[in-house]
């Protein structure tokens, strides 16, 4: 299915790799990791608990296969991930 213009739906070509999916230390309730959405533009990433895991290797394996679905690398998933956590440093500076 493709975004239909909505920055809540995160699937599609036409997002033109602007998101990427990144494992999470969960802070809320459920288990210990979680999935987090990275927007360029934008500082730091939105939790999304509806996708749990009990290891970091399956999080982080869960996000690679979602980010790949999304035709966006590893490469470029780090880097939309690193300038998001950089911009919340900016802001907080």
Known sequence: MKAQGSKNH????DLDKRFAYTAIVN???GKPFILGIAERGTAGY?????YQFDSWGEA?????????ELG????TAADIVVET???QNLRGA
Request: hydrophobic share 30%.
């Open 10 to 13: 995160f699937d599609g070509a």
């Open 27 to 29: 802070e809320g309730k």
């Open 46 to 50: 939105t939790p999304r608990s509806q």
């Open 60 to 68: 982080t394996a869960k996000a690679e296969e979602m980010n790949a």
């Open 72 to 75: 966006v690398d590893r490469i």
């Open 85 to 87: 956590l950089r911009n």
